[in-house]
């Protein structure tokens, strides 16, 4: 009796685990794409302006959902 749970936890720690890589995977590549975009699109001849832009655009987000990001931690 007690392998048949301990194999069944085992199962969900690998679905996990699964789920967790798969998670991330794909928060980075939409990031890469995001960031990839903002290369082409904002400001492309001037590209310190545009990592500048984007930090201001990233904090900008940052403060504004701060009480969302409150309630998810």
Do not use: C, Q
């Not at 996990?16 to 699109?41: C, E, N, P, S």
């Amino acid at each position: 009796m007690m392998k048949g749970k301990k194999e069944g936890k085992n199962e969900r720690t690998l679905k996990k685990v699964f789920k967790a890589i798969f998670l991330g995977f794909a928060i980075v590549a939409f990031w890469r794409g995001t960031w990839g975009l903002l290369d082409i699109y904002l400001f492309p001849n001037r590209h310190e302006l545009s990592l500048w832009i984007s930090v201001l655009i990233g904090i900008f987000i940052l403060f504004s959902t701060k009480k969302l990001i409150a309630k998810l931690i």
